[in-house]
């Protein structure tokens, strides 16, 4: 699969010990960063913790020391993203917040923050075989994209979305129109001359967001 990712930030060189406690945080950021970097690009199997390590300047025995096994790793990746996401999820619906473009605003910026992830989790959830496919059905499903139908009836039942409407379907084409443009970035960008800078970015939620409100009509 040859995709384009953003590169991980340059980091200032570390000695390969356990840091200082202040340094702590930002090294086990640095680590995510790059797992999800590497887990997106490669895929979880091909990727060693070895590999990670010595990206972010350190030993494995420190990658394992802050999170455990590999799949621990993995699990964290994710973890770090989506379990503000459900919450975020969960403060909307407590507002009263359902309107779709809420929902592509919130999802694009997702993707913005973190542009591997949509990659990565179509590698390791969405498609058969992915390693956390089960354990995202199970604990994490139900607070995001299985949120959003809940969201959505609501919003039908207050009379702000057209009782015609599919809920679940309704999920999946804003999850769609919100994240996909991240996992074709190696397509798209050379082919239909997308452009990924944020000012292209903020243009392709813009088409997004008018393409929910007026659909296609001139």
């Given at each position: 699969m040859n995709t384009r990712f953003e590169q991980s930030p340059a980091r200032t060189r570390r000695g390969r010990g356990r840091p200082a406690s202040e340094d702590a945080s930002g090294l086990r950021e640095d680590i995510l960063d790059e797992a999800e970097a590497r887990f997106a690009r490669k895929g979880y199997a091909a990727t060693s913790v070895r590999e990670i390590a010595d990206a972010v300047d350190v030993n494995p025995a420190m990658v394992h020391y802050y999170f455990g096994s590999k799949h621990d790793l993995l699990r964290q990746v994710m973890e770090r993203v989506l379990e503000p996401l459900g919450e975020a999820l969960a403060g909307m619906r407590a507002r009263g917040e359902t309107a779709p473009e809420d929902i592509v605003r919130l999802l694009s910026g997702v993707g913005r923050r973190h542009p591997n992830l949509p990659l990565l989790m179509m590698r390791e959830v969405m498609l058969p075989g992915g390693i956390m496919q089960v354990q995202f059905l199970e604990t994490l499903a139900p607070r995001l994209g299985g949120a959003l139908p809940g969201i959505f009836r609501e919003a039908q039942a207050a009379g702000h979305l057209p009782r015609d409407l599919d809920p679940g379907a309704l999920a999946l084409h804003l999850m769609a129109l919100s994240l996909?443009?991240?996992?074709?970035?190696?397509?798209?960008?050379?082919?239909?001359?997308?452009?990924?800078?944020?000012?292209?970015?903020?243009?392709?939620?813009?088409?997004?967001?008018?393409?929910?409100?007026?659909?296609?009509?001139?």
């Open positions: 996909f443009p991240f996992i074709v970035r190696g397509v798209a960008e050379p082919a239909l001359g997308i452009d990924y800078s944020e000012q292209g970015l903020d243009e392709l939620q813009s088409n997004a967001l008018r393409i929910l409100q007026r659909g296609l009509s001139p």
